[in-house]
């Protein structure tokens, strides 16, 4: 078995005393793992940082092998992160999340949503709201996304102010006066985007 893909490093942890165990979400094979031979020395530690976009080609004997990774950086950004804290945090939080996905399995809007959030991340004013965003799509990826563009009482598309818990969708200011201490509160940046 062999391909070649475009992923994003989520991480590596070591084996053994050069070599690292990749954890990337590719594009067209969702998140994988495989090993990559001196992955752990100095040549490929940087390239191997959260947050890179590689490029990579995936070979096993079989479909169900661990496998090795050749990898070449397309985009090292990873470096980009390191003065600022909350980017350091945000890569590590998107990684975390990502991996809630089941291994191998194909996550095309995922992957170009996770490689969007990552090159806006270094913005402080709108790195929360693309996380958010990233987070809610993710959770519609996984069979638990949120209606939140119209009111579930009245069908108005404004002055949304409230997410129901029982029904996952929104819920207008007027409509949710009554329950207001029941309904958890929409972010403000929601409303404008």
């Not at 031979?37 to 100095?42: F, M, N, Q």
């Not at 090292?76 to 999340?97: E, K, N, V, W």
């Amino acid at each position: 078995m062999e391909w070649t893909d475009e992923g994003i490093v989520l991480g590596t942890r070591r084996h053994g005393e050069a070599n690292a165990i990749l954890e990337l979400m590719t594009c067209a094979h969702g998140r994988h793992l495989g090993l990559v031979r001196g992955g752990a020395g100095s040549r490929l530690r940087p390239v191997l940082q959260a947050g890179n976009r590689i490029s990579c080609t995936w070979r096993a004997r079989l479909d169900e092998h661990l496998g090795h990774y050749t990898v070449e950086a397309l985009d090292a950004r990873a470096a980009s992160f390191l003065p600022f804290s909350y980017a350091l945090y945000g890569i590590t939080h998107l990684a975390a999340l990502c991996r809630m996905l089941p291994e191998r399995d194909p996550h095309p809007q995922i992957h170009a949503a996770l490689d969007e959030v990552l090159d806006g991340l270094l913005d402080p004013h709108h790195a929360g709201a693309s996380v958010v965003r990233f987070e809610l799509q993710l959770l519609a990826e996984l069979g638990f996304g949120l209606d939140l563009a119209t009111c579930a009482a009245s069908g108005q598309d404004h002055d949304l102010a409230y997410v129901s818990p029982k029904s996952g969708r929104a819920v207008s200011r007027q409509a949710g006066e009554p329950w207001k201490d029941r309904l958890l509160v929409l972010p403000a940046f929601w409303a404008r985007a």
